[in-house]
């Protein structure tokens, strides 16, 4: 539809008014994977906003929303946009602000840049979401869902994501973060993305059950049926390949389902970039999941101490690596795992999910990248669904914003520890400040100078007049604060550190084997993929940074009392009600065994 247009907007707003789906308003909503996705499970979207003006032109062919071309790096240009739409009431605001500034490639980028005084150190893109906040500010939707890399969990040492969280409850929603292995919901590839959802009172928190049964999605599933193309057919807009599965294959359902009958002899964007010379040469010579480093040295053009993944040949058996915006540059990541060339632009739609009837807009370096950038449809359903089920009550609701609050009140109800006593218990006893000779140490030794002249005898003691001794000598008396002044005086391994630090300074969430199997067990997320990447978000929500340090002291309290590691206390945890291992009774045993693997890997 065209905005220009007086009856195209006249017809939308009849539409919207009347529709009887839940309204959705969708911001950098880029070509639309997440909207197809919240449409497929019964949201109608209502407006889609993105500065790209290929993506819009994309989203705009494939749907019904009235889409704008717009900035949305101003949070009050973004309010009086949405007020002047006059909508009726929104139910959802989906949003993937931009991710390249938290993004470890985006990042990389950037630096690139600074240094060679290309741009400026600061990327106003990283307070997009402040924009977000003020379209939920200004709509207030019954829910919110916000997608993004998983290093978002991470940027500023986490402080970010901490605000987006305290801004969306200071509006007064519940908030909740969750990592999501795309490939757990159909989707053939190894894509992780972060997804902050949250809901005014009255509505839960779901999250999509993933499906851990049966084998993962495979590439073959994916484009296995796609005819073979010679490479670097020059590309024009509209082409049509001519379509029919390959003899002993057939499309994934979803894959073939709305092309219209026109139209379902044909396949577009089947087309893949040129292939060099000497890279044919190179893909000859990789092996299905071969690396640059399986080329032979006479035809490497790269260094291979630093580009050791710069090749990869896919695997029809398995998930696909992760399709990124990188497919704008080059397609090296992903040569074909039998014909010698890169993925064309289709296939990669494909193992987006994008449906064949989907079409792009742009030069293919523009259709690369949105698809690239897109979030999987698959992956947009299965959230969507969630979200529907939280409407109407079903669904399992997530715990970890209540059990914040417990903690946090938890953390409140009790004295702090200052910083020489939690020094005590995390470097001198390993933790165990509730043991009785913590009690009697730092009743005896309330502060460095005094511990100083404790007596010889049992080992901790001398630890602690060692540890007096570094801080007096080292550090004029005061009390060491980060992580690594904490492990260089005190010589204690960098987790334990990091725990000190964390009760200290209220830093960063208090991330060591024990708080981390508790959030796991409050989550009830099984562990695929990168254990840190999923768990540690999770963590973050659970806990504080700053001021509230003392809901760190509570987490680690739990996490060390009775969230044990082979039995938990459930019953005598104050977190019980809101625990999804201790409802479900589910063990989490992966997470526990990767815990402990990863435990020792550290140790
Ligand atoms: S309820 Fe049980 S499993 Fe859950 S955090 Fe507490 S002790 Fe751990």
Not at 386 to 405: C, K, V
Request: glycine fraction near 8%.
């Amino acid at each position: 539809m065209n905005p220009e247009s007086k009856r195209d907007m006249s017809s939308w707003r009849d539409r919207i008014r009347h529709t009887r789906r839940p309204l959705c308003v969708s911001l950098w909503s880029g070509a639309g994977g997440l909207d197809l996705g919240l449409e497929m499970a019964g949201f109608d979207i209502a407006v889609a906003v993105d500065n790209d003006g290929w993506a819009a032109q994309t989203h705009a062919y494939n749907s019904k929303a009235l889409v704008l071309e717009r900035d949305l790096s101003s949070p009050g240009a973004t309010r009086t946009l949405l007020r002047e739409l006059d909508l009726p009431a929104v139910a959802l605001v989906a949003g993937g602000f931009p991710c390249q500034p938290y993004s470890r490639a985006g990042q990389n980028r950037i630096r690139h840049l600074v240094k060679h005084e290309q741009r400026s150190g600061v990327d106003e893109r990283a307070f997009a979401w402040l924009s977000y906040v003020a379209a939920v500010q200004e709509l207030r939707p019954r829910q919110c869902i916000a997608e993004n890399v998983p290093e978002l969990a991470t940027f500023n040492g986490g402080l970010l994501l901490r605000d987006i969280v305290n801004a969306l409850e200071d509006l007064g929603y519940s908030v909740d973060v969750r990592v999501l292995s795309a490939r757990r919901f159909g989707v053939p590839q190894y894509r992780e993305r972060l997804f902050i959802q949250a809901a005014l009172p009255g509505t839960e928190i779901v999250w999509p059950e993933e499906e851990r049964e049966g084998p993962e999605p495979t590439l073959a599933a994916a484009i296995g049926d796609l005819p073979d193309i010679s490479p670097g057919k020059s590309w024009r807009d509209g082409e049509r390949t001519s379509y029919e599965p390959k003899p002993g294959s057939e499309p994934p359902d979803w894959a073939r389902a709305g092309m219209p009958k026109t139209a379902r002899q044909w396949l577009t964007d089947h087309v893949s970039r040129n292939v060099r010379e000497d890279d044919l040469e190179a893909f000859r010579q990789l092996p299905p999941g071969g690396t640059y480093l399986d080329v032979p040295v006479h035809l490497r053009r790269y260094r291979d101490e630093t580009y050791t993944d710069k090749y990869k040949r896919l695997e029809w058996g398995r998930p696909s690596r992760t399709i990124t915006a990188h497919m704008a540059k080059d397609g090296y990541w992903y040569i074909h795992p039998e014909e010698h060339r890169t993925l064309s632009i289709r296939e990669a739609a494909r193992i987006q999910t994008f449906p064949d009837r989907y079409q792009f807009a742009g030069y293919p370096t523009n259709r690369f990248l949105q698809i690239g950038n897109a979030v999987p449809p698959l992956l947009g359903r299965a959230v969507g669904a969630a979200l529907q089920d939280a409407r109407q009550g079903q669904g399992r609701a997530s715990g970890i914003p209540r059990a914040a609050e417990r903690l946090s009140r938890l953390g409140k109800e009790r004295e702090s520890m200052d910083a020489w006593r939690i020094l005590v218990s995390e470097v001198v006893l390993g933790g165990r400040a509730g043991a009785k000779l913590f009690s009697e140490l730092t009743k005896a030794f309330p502060d460095p100078v005094s511990a100083l002249g404790a007596a010889n005898g049992d080992p901790a003691v001398a630890r602690l007049r060692e540890l007096a001794r570094k801080v007096l000598s080292s550090n004029e008396g005061k009390i060491p604060e980060t992580a690594a002044e904490i492990s260089r005086l005190a010589g204690c391994g960098p987790a334990q550190a990091s725990v000190a630090e964390s009760l200290i300074t209220g830093g960063a969430p208090p991330k060591n084997v024990a708080t981390m199997r508790m959030a796991a067990r409050v989550a009830g997320v099984s562990a695929t993929g990168s254990l840190t990447g999923i768990v540690f978000p999770i963590l973050a929500r659970l806990t504080a940074f700053g001021e509230d340090a003392r809901t760190n002291q509570a987490a680690v309290e739990v996490a060390r009392s009775v969230c044990r590691p082979d039995i938990p206390d459930c019953p005598a945890c104050p977190l019980e009600e809101f625990c999804a291992h201790a409802v479900s009774g589910s063990a989490v045993v992966d997470v526990q065994t990767r815990l402990q693997l990863a435990s020792a890997t550290a140790g």
